[in-house]
């Protein structure tokens, strides 16, 4: 069964940081991994999709890394800004089901102070 | 920028009570979805939806649940007899095809008292 790990739950860092957001998952065959932002009792906006065949996705200060072997995701922040406090949560498409159910993490919870 | 709308957004309901949430997916999209997320923890996957039947759906969606779209636009979420630990956000999702990105609506928080 498909788990979808990340690390740390929370992560403090001044405004100005650059910062890197893991994503693990223990069962490679996927068929797209996709990271979510979600604000406190709000929806979740998609950031970045990235298929099994791709290697990263880059969008504005974001950059999404995908090891589909080793079963793992990294998203970069580059100079974090206040805005960005939120929860991103990642989640993966797994291969092996006929369906496109997503399977998350709990998420990192991400504070940037001014 | 077309979104997914969902109402109500909040929703207070007696236990037993049946509950129907309401979804309008993006226009051109095909697939629809519901998850949920109980307060503090993941957001799980319930049911996915396409050419009007059921694709896939999870062990948490059993026969309390049901799913349909009365129309062009609409997709609903049903929950027959509600229980307390039924008290969750429900989110609508769609996406344009398999392998999309799937875009989430803003949820319905249904509190069962």
């Known amino acids: 069964k498909q788990e979808v790990t990340q690390i740390p739950a929370a992560l403090s860092v001044p405004e100005g940081e650059n910062l890197v957001l893991n994503c693990s998952f223990t069962?490679?065959?996927?068929?797209?991994l996709q990271w979510f932002r979600q604000d406190p009792g709000k929806g979740l906006t998609s950031l970045l999709l990235?298929?099994?065949?791709?290697r990263e996705q880059t969008s504005g200060r974001l950059n999404a890394s995908l090891d589909k072997s080793s079963g793992r995701s990294t998203l970069y922040i580059a100079a974090s800004q206040p805005g960005d406090s939120a929860t991103y949560l990642c989640?993966?498409?797994?291969?092996?089901?006929?369906?496109?159910?997503?399977?998350f993490g709990k998420g990192t919870t991400l504070s940037v102070s001014s | 920028e077309p979104e997914v709308t969902q109402t109500p957004s909040h929703q207070v309901t007696q236990m037993g009570q049946e509950v129907i949430l309401r979804c309008v997916p993006i226009?051109?999209?095909?697939?629809f979805y519901w998850y949920r997320q109980i307060l503090g923890q993941k957001v799980e996957f319930l049911v996915s939806?396409?050419?009007?039947?059921?694709?896939?759906k999870s062990e948490i969606f059993d026969d309390q649940f049901s799913v349909e779209r009365p129309d062009g636009s609409n997709f609903t979420l049903k929950i027959r007899s509600t229980k307390l630990e039924d008290s969750a956000m429900y989110f609508c999702?769609?996406?344009?095809?398999?392998?999309?990105?799937?875009?989430f609506g803003e949820g319905s928080w249904l509190t069962v008292v």
């Open positions: 990235i298929q099994s065949s791709q």
């Open positions: 989640a993966v498409t797994p291969a092996n089901q006929a369906g496109t159910a997503l399977i």
């Open positions: 999702a769609s996406s344009r095809d398999e392998g999309n990105t799937i875009y």
């Open positions: 069962d490679s065959a996927i068929y797209n």
């Open positions: 226009s051109n999209h095909l697939y």
């Open positions: 939806f396409y050419n009007n039947e059921i694709s896939e």
